[in-house]
């Protein structure tokens, strides 16, 4: 009898697990086939083809402009101001008056050397009279002449320092801003305004670094505002022979016509640093980084029967320079292939792709 009452026990066990054992297989199963129904893991992206075009590397330097006819007003003497005849920011005529100062002394001290002079000549032109006559001698004569030729040069230095008084326009131009008023002490060398000429044209001084570019005379650079706005082409018109001392670089001269440039603004140079050469351009957003380095990802046709038409193909490219959104390359590349663009950055080596024109919820 208990025998068979461990035999029964044996057997229902054997019996429980062995149902509960095809319950769970049954379970597992079904998971797994409804696991199969679900689509692989794919991602979305646009697309671009890979092209290739000539390209040059530049280089971006910054210059200044110049207005080959500006000069920087000042004082030339110490002295009150008299006179200001013309308003800051008007245009002045070459000889025009620009500042007065107080001068009276000086030309009461020049109208008494003047006065003089004519006397001494009066008396000159009496003497020689009478030297024809015998009635006056040599020495009288040299006398009255060097006399004469003093005041004639006494005159003179009256006249530069009256000159050094009274500031005129060297060249027919706009003033610029300035604060000074009638009344003001001025000493020798302060500031007054500047005066810029009213030509186009404009001149570009930048700085080339010893080994980047190699320029001309007749060369042509293109300028951008510090916004990266375009603004022309200027032409190189001078390149100097030297390095400039502690740079390590040599001044290059361009020059363009262009009024709305300002004396002084800061402009972006763009040099030309090595010859064209054969690239893929490619979309920005189409490169990718990893810590071996820039990559795109090829799509290339998926094998039958796979979910999505595509599958992404991880190359290897190198970066040699970008301009507006473009990526210019090197690289395993073959022109017309197919490059993911937006929403490359969810692919590896080897996905599922689909290809559609506009990425949504990037």
Not at 295 to 319: C, M, S, T
Request: with cysteine; net charge negative; hydrophobic share 45%.
């Amino acid at each position: 009898m208990r025998i068979f009452s461990w035999l029964v026990t044996v057997v229902v066990c054997l019996a429980v697990t062995g149902g509960l054992a095809g319950f769970k297989y049954l379970q597992i199963a079904e998971a797994q086939a409804m696991a199969a129904s679900f689509p692989p893991p794919f991602s979305v992206v646009t697309t671009a083809t890979a092209e290739q075009d000539e390209w040059t590397a530049i280089r971006r330097l910054t210059g200044t402009v110049r207005t080959p006819q500006f000069v920087e007003l000042a004082a030339e003497a110490t002295g009150r101001v008299v006179e200001l005849p013309v308003a800051a920011g008007a245009v002045v005529a070459e000889g025009d008056v620009i500042l007065r100062l107080f001068d009276d002394d000086l030309q009461a001290q020049r109208d008494a050397f003047e006065a003089d002079l004519n006397l001494v000549d009066l008396q000159l032109k009496r003497t020689r009279e009478l030297m024809k006559d015998a009635m006056a001698s040599q020495d009288q004569l040299d006398t009255l002449e060097a006399r004469y030729q003093s005041l004639v040069a006494q005159i003179a230095a009256a006249d530069a320092q009256l000159s050094r008084l009274t500031l005129r326009a060297p060249f027919t131009g706009r003033l610029g801003i300035y604060t000074q008023s009638v009344g003001d002490l001025m000493q020798s060398g302060d500031r007054l305004t500047t005066l810029s000429g009213m030509g186009p044209l404009r001149w570009i001084d930048f700085k080339i670094p010893q080994g980047v570019a190699r320029v001309a005379p007749g060369d042509a650079v293109r300028l951008l505002s510090l916004d990266r706005e375009f603004i022309g082409e200027a032409r190189i018109n001078a390149v100097a022979d030297a390095l400039a001392s502690g740079l390590r670089a040599f001044d290059v001269r361009a020059e363009i016509e262009n009024p709305q440039l300002r004396h002084g603004e800061l402009v972006l140079v763009e040099v030309r640093t090595r010859r064209p050469e054969i690239v893929f351009t490619l979309p920005a957003p189409a490169v990718r980084w990893d810590v071996q380095g820039p990559h795109v990802y090829v799509l290339n046709d998926a094998e039958p029967g796979a979910y999505v038409p595509l599958r992404a193909e991880q190359r290897r490219i190198e970066v040699v320079g970008e301009a507006a959104g473009t990526i210019m390359a090197r690289g395993d590349l073959v022109i017309g292939e197919t490059i993911a663009v937006q929403g490359a950055f969810k692919l590896s080596d080897g996905s599922l792709a689909k290809a559609v024109t506009e990425v949504v919820g990037r």
